[in-house]
């Protein structure tokens, strides 16, 4: 098995005429969380969105060696028109039965302690409700890299605890990877990250 689940060398990203990376290297390696730190508008989402294929690099190489990439936006991006579970087991439909589906994203609900919440619609949550559900879809989804940007907004710190004890524990039963964007050093320093900076 590769030691890298991902290595970017050199890479360059712009957008219109500016390079929001430039020159970029990285190397996450597999079953570790790797911290992404930097100011405003040093081009951590864009990181992120590159490792994720989002966004195309210009100069440099890209290699991949995950097979499931979970990614928790900014933003949940949950769809309004459905409750909190069908959200959370939308991507496990496609290769499981909708009943094991749903079992397995009101697991993963109960984990974020949002299991009460599984009959809620989107726009009944707070934003760190919102937040923590868009946890819960991703480890429902069990990537082996997992992108993180800024997931514990809107938490207080005993929630905090419990998410990164969560993240802790699904790294140690998965040897998942862990790519991490925060603007809090504490965050990294809970996770054991090896942090880059932007």
């Not at 959370?88 to 949002?114: C, F, H, N, Q």
Request: glycine residues 8%.
């Amino acid at each position: 098995m590769e030691k890298n689940i991902c290595k970017l060398c050199g890479i360059t990203v712009r957008m219109g005429e500016k390079n929001i990376l430039e020159n970029f290297s990285i190397e996450i390696k597999r079953g570790f969380v790797t911290g992404i730190a930097g100011k405003s508008g040093k081009g951590k989402t864009t990181l992120l969105r590159t490792i994720a294929g989002l966004e195309k690099h210009t100069e440099g190489t890209a290699e991949f060696s995950y097979k499931k990439l979970g990614y928790v936006f900014q933003e949940h991006r949950l769809l309004p028109w459905v409750t909190l579970l069908e959200n959370t087991a939308l991507p496990l439909i496609r290769y499981m039965r909708k009943k094991d589906a749903e079992k397995k994203a009101y697991g993963a609900l109960e984990s974020v302690l949002l299991d009460k919440c599984a009959d809620m619609y989107p726009e009944n949550l707070s934003g760190g409700m919102a937040r923590r559900a868009a946890i819960a879809r991703a480890l429902a989804y069990e990537p082996d890299l997992l992108l993180l940007d800024e997931p514990f907004s809107g938490q207080d710190s005993a929630t905090k605890k419990h998410l990164i004890d969560v993240l802790k524990a699904y790294m140690q039963n998965t040897e998942s990877s862990v790519v991490l964007v925060s603007h809090h050093d504490e965050d990294f320093e809970m996770l054991s990250a090896e942090v880059v900076s932007l």
